[in-house]
Antibody, heavy 115, light 109 residues
Framework: QVQLQESGPGLVKASGTLSLTCTVSGDSISTYYWAWTRQSPGKGLEWIGYIYAGGSTNYNPNLKSRVTISADTSKNQFSLTLTSVTPADTAVYYC?????????WGQGTMVTVSS | DIQMTQSPSSLSASVGDRVTITCRASQGISSFLAWYQQKPGKVPKLLVY???TLQSGVPSRFSGSGSGTDFTLTISSLQPEDVATYYC???????????FGPGTKVDMK
């Protein structure tokens, strides 16, 4: 079955760069959309952006200036980079397959931005 | 940009009650609307996509309906395991993208 697993540092310093990778098994990232979503503690879901078929991207306008989503098809992974982070970026970050509804999610990874 | 709202923000209901959650888009979004369930401390789960199509494995007491700007998730007979927060999401290409609604928290009375 299709599985997604997020990986990356759990602690990032303010003003630094948050980098996460999602490893996909059971499906190819060359199909569908592959998305990142986050959830700050006690808050709702916030869509960050997606990459489609290993190439084109679309980002939440509220984060667009700081976000890059890229893909490595040889490793079947896609990645999130968020620059100039602040404590407001502290959240659980989820990757998901988007068909385009988000039918399969990773377990999520908590990232804390320290001031 | 299209804004998504949900009502109510929270509700309490008894076992067996019919529960209705509303999602409204500020502009028409055709049929590109999904509903998710998130239990405390858990990963969100897709319940309904394309407004009314039930995801495989989701109990039939869940149903979705609506069109244009107004959409509804209904739980026909609330069960204890349905305690969760429910989110709608649009996934059309119109800005600002695959936006989620703010969520509706469902508790047991």
């Amino acid at each position: 079955q299709v599985q997604l697993q997020e990986s990356g540092p759990g602690l990032v310093k303010a003003s630094g760069t948050l980098s996460l990778t999602c490893t996909v098994s059971g499906d190819s990232i060359s199909t569908y959309y592959w998305a990142w979503t986050r959830q700050s503690p006690g808050k709702g879901l916030e869509w960050i952006g997606y990459i489609y078929a290993g190439g084109s991207t679309n980002y939440n306008p509220n984060l667009k200036s700081r976000v890059t989503i890229s893909a490595d098809t040889s490793k079947n992974q896609f990645s999130l980079t968020l620059t100039s982070v602040t404590p407001a970026d502290t959240a659980v970050y989820y990757c998901a397959r988007s068909v385009p509804a988000f039918d399969i999610w990773g377990q999520g990874t908590m990232v804390t931005v320290s001031s | 940009d299209i804004q998504m709202t949900q009502s109510p923000s929270s509700l309490s209901a008894s076992v067996g009650d019919r529960v209705t959650i509303t999602c409204r888009a500020s502009q028409g979004i055709s049929s590109f609307l999904a509903w998710y369930q998130q239990k405390p401390g858990k990963v969100p789960k897709l319940l309904v996509y394309d407004v009314s199509t039930l995801q495989s494995g989701v109990p039939s007491r869940f149903s979705g309906s609506g069109s244009g700007t107004d959409f509804t998730l209904t739980i026909s007979s609330l069960q204890p395991e349905d305690v969760a927060t429910y989110y709608c999401q649009k996934y059309d290409s119109a800005p600002p993208g695959f936006t989620f609604g703010p969520g509706t928290k469902v508790d047991m009375k």
